[in-house]
């Protein structure tokens, strides 16, 4: 119980990994922005909005003060939505110390330019801030509950993605560390991408042959720009790609993927956001996604329509129609 961690973000994926972390011994302090959201866990002991029916953990606290959040631990765990994960951290820094370690378990890319969650971190901190990446394919209940789950934990600092994981692993969650962690950054942001695709998809009534289709080949378009960004292959063929992608196709738990499925069905962007009630990232990531495809000159058809979709008006059957039309070529 002398292990501490802070976590930044009182939605259902920071409030999940927060009970994971004090189920496992850990002091265990969740910080949220919205301060009566903050005080209906203090008195609920549970997260209503996001998981209910889940009971907090003794040795898990709450706070909506920035400056407790950072004196409390030097170890910060950032699961707030990537498109606020910029502000969150230069609203963090004046509280913070010497000694910060900044881990995060956000999937996506900054809004502003397109940069990777770590390269934020290092411009708003320093490049010798140790720094890490959660991911892999996980829905946050699931966790909550001690459902069997595995999860990838990036660092180029091992003794940080090691002490992230002597306080997530154990009883039902695995963990494995990599040294990769743009390629975990980058199939994490993707995944959600081609999730409002196969969403899409299954919308219309197409099969299972289709879906299978769309992952199969979404993955190559995972790996031609994580590699060209300096990822690993290997990294698109484990748990942060390859198994969070599978996941978040094919399973309703996905926000992206029933966003999707909104789409396909007929209903517009804000109908079906509206409908989910929560962040879908990869609306974001699709935009962010194609501009990165377009800068780098990276083959990414599926992106390239579904950022179409989202962001030109083009009808989702129109979409299809022109992945289908494309020239019969070799497969790579």
């Not at 909506?64 to 990537?82: G, M, T």
């Not at 946050?140 to 692993?169: C, K, M, N, Y």
Request: net charge neutral; hydrophobic share 45%; with cysteine.
């Amino acid at each position: 119980m002398n292990r501490k961690i802070s976590i930044l973000g009182a939605g259902s994926w920071g409030t999940a990994l927060a009970i994971l972390a004090a189920r496992n011994g850990c002091r265990t302090l969740l910080w949220g922005h919205h301060s009566e959201h903050i005080a209906d866990l203090a008195q609920d002991r549970q997260n209503k909005r996001y998981l209910p029916d889940i009971p907090f953990p003794e040795n898990l606290a709450v706070t909506s003060d920035l400056a407790e959040i950072a004196e409390f631990s030097n170890l910060l765990l950032i699961c707030v939505p990537s498109h606020t994960f910029k502000n969150t951290l230069i609203q963090l820094k004046p509280f913070t110390s010497a000694g910060i370690k900044i881990a995060w378990a956000c999937k996506g890319f900054n809004p502003d330019d397109g940069s990777l969650l770590h390269e934020i971190v290092a411009d708003i901190f320093s490049v010798q801030t140790p720094t890490a990446i959660l991911s892999g394919p996980t829905f946050a209940r699931e966790v909550a509950i001690d459902l069997p789950t595995a999860i990838t934990i990036a660092s180029s600092w091992p003794d940080f993605s090691g002490q992230l994981a002597d306080i997530l692993h154990g009883g039902c969650f695995r963990t494995y560390t990599s040294s990769d962690m743009i390629g975990v950054e980058v199939g994490g942001a993707v995944k959600n991408v081609l999730a409002i695709a196969a969403g899409i998809a299954d919308g219309l009534g197409f099969g299972a042959n289709t879906r299978a289709a769309l992952i199969t080949r979404g993955l190559s378009e995972i790996i031609r720009l994580g590699i060209k960004l300096g990822g690993k292959q290997e990294t698109f063929m484990g748990l942060a790609g390859l198994g969070d992608l599978i996941l978040t196709c094919t399973d309703n738990q996905s926000r992206n993927r029933r966003f999707g499925l909104a789409l396909g069905l007929g209903k517009d962007r804000t109908a079906a956001r509206q409908e989910i009630g929560q962040e879908i990232e990869g609306i974001s990531a699709a935009k962010e996604t194609f501009l990165l495809a377009k800068k780098y000159a990276i083959e990414m058809p599926i992106t390239e329509q579904t950022y179409k979709v989202l962001y030109e008006g083009l009808a989702p059957l129109i979409a299809v129609q022109n992945l289908l039309a494309r020239e019969q070529k070799a497969e790579c």
